[in-house]
């Protein structure tokens, strides 16, 4: 039989390890986010800049910013879960 101290470090062990792979799907999902917030802001701010010669703020455009502000921020969200690994 093992000892109770060695059943303490095979526990402590495996919560490491699941806290290791929690933070990282939680790093990858913050990452999408942050992506998905700058895939927003380039088509809510670049495109139309491209297809005109004046600086033109219409409704549409401002959607798509304050939607990439709001990805950007839920990605932020995301990494205050991060889990100890200690």
Do not use: C, Y
Not at 5 to 23: F, M, Q, S, T, Y
């Amino acid at each position: 039989m093992a000892s109770r101290e060695e059943d303490e470090v095979v526990l402590g062990v495996r919560r490491r390890r699941a806290a290791r792979r929690i933070n990282e799907r939680l790093k990858l999902l913050s990452a999408l986010l942050n992506n998905g917030a700058v895939a927003m802001f380039a088509a809510g701010l670049f495109v139309p800049l491209s297809q005109m010669h004046e600086i033109h703020v219409d409704r549409f455009t401002m959607l798509w910013l304050l939607a990439a502000i709001a990805l950007h921020i839920m990605g932020q969200l995301v990494l205050g879960r991060l889990e100890s690994e200690e």
